[in-house]
T-cell receptor
């Protein structure tokens, strides 16, 4: 089945810094979602981005489907950005999301 | 509008007991998914419903796990003869149609003692 790899696994930054999180996937996909799991465990939808580029405030994402990767950019980090960021994909033949292991982000004040 | 809701938020049970976990999807969403998340890992797929029927139950770990969605809205995940290895956060998600963006509930944290 499809494999999803996220990097880096852990990231510690000072408030105000910028970061780039990467998601690689091993096969073609028809859905890619980025989530932020906050310290209380809630999964918050960030982007639904099977291809192209989207921006929402300080966050933006780019998916290059032909090269099988997606990037999540976080600018001017705030402590509330802390948590785990997951990339999840759906392959053409399936309905469920296949998840990466996540990037744990810690923003220090 | 209201998001996906799940009850209870926490459930502690003893090994061998039966538990039911409930999911109330976003109104109008026809697709409903159950996932399970263990500590430090990404969620893993359990079962997918389109309407009332289980279209894909390939992720259910064994026959102790069962889920229903009798009226095409609320779903219940049922676990018989619980084992300590069943301890995890059980997540429910819904989407407007099968191939649309999935939205998640807050999860039910199940602890089997």
């Amino acid at each position: 089945g499809i494999q999803v790899e996220q990097s880096p696994p852990d990231l510690i930054l000072q408030e105000g810094a910028n970061s780039t999180l990467r998601c690689n996937f091993s096969d073609s996909v028809n859905n890619l979602q980025w989530f932020h799991q906050n310290p209380w465990g809630q999964l918050i939808n960030l982007f639904y981005i099977p291809s192209g580029t989207k921006q929402n405030g300080r966050l933006s994402a780019t998916t290059v489907a032909t090269e099988r990767y997606s990037l999540l950019y976080i600018s001017s980090s705030q402590t509330t950005d802390s948590g785990v960021y997951f990339c999840a994909v759906r392959a053409d033949s399936n309905y469920q999301l296949i998840w990466g292991a996540g990037t744990k982000l810690i923003i220090k004040p | 509008g209201a998001g996906v809701s799940q009850t209870p938020s926490n459930k502690v049970t003893e090994k061998g007991k039966y538990v039911e976990l409930r999911c109330d999807p976003i109104s109008g969403h026809t697709a409903l998914y159950w996932y399970r998340q263990s500590l430090g890992q990404g969620p893993e797929f359990l079962i997918y419903f389109q309407g009332t029927g289980a279209a894909d139950d390939s992720g259910l770990p064994n026959d102790r796990f069962f889920a229903v969605r009798p009226e095409g809205s609320v779903s219940t995940l049922k676990i018989q003869r619980t084992e300590r290895g069943d301890s995890a956060v059980y997540l429910c998600a819904s989407s407007l149609r099968s191939y649309n963006e999935q939205f998640f509930g807050p999860g039910t944290r199940l602890t089997v003692l």
